[in-house]
């Protein structure tokens, strides 16, 4: 069974980093592609970003384009999500998600296309 632990989130001021991690295990993720998706309180959740595990190829939302970045550690089974230049409207619960590529042509940037998820971590930014 896919497991997935996020961890990283704390308060931090706005114009701070922060860099979140989530730790996969239980299959080889080689044919799997994982994101990093959002909800603040009363808000859908919304997609930030993803990487394609076997290529490395990633696709981030216009939202945090330029800001954030999506990576990953292969040796480590690890996703990362680098964010900077941190904003009040960045302040969310930040889940990680992962889904075996069953198909072409999709960015994969919904939430309805992922099996598994993390339980989260807090995000929050002071303006």
């Known amino acids: 069974q896919v497991q997935l632990v996020e961890s990283g989130g704390e308060l931090v001021q706005a114009g701070g980093s922060l860099r979140l991690s989530c730790a996969a295990s239980?299959?080889?993720?080689?044919?799997?592609?994982m994101s990093w998706f959002r909800q603040a309180p009363g808000k859908e959740r919304e997609f930030v970003a993803r990487?394609?595990?076997?290529?490395?190829?990633?696709y981030h939302a216009d939202s945090v384009k330029g800001r954030f970045t999506i990576s990953r550690d292969n040796a480590k089974n690890t996703v990362y999500l680098q964010m900077n230049s941190l904003k009040p409207e960045d302040t969310a619960v930040y889940y990680c998600?992962?889904?075996?590529?069953?198909?072409?042509?999709?960015?994969?940037?919904?939430?309805?296309?992922?099996?598994?998820w993390g339980q989260g971590t807090q995000v929050t930014v002071s303006s």
């Open positions: 998600a992962a889904t075996l590529i069953r198909y072409s042509g999709s960015v994969y940037a919904t939430a309805r296309e992922y099996d598994y």
């Open positions: 990487i394609i595990w076997s290529s490395g190829n990633t």
């Open positions: 239980g299959r080889t993720f080689s044919r799997y592609t």
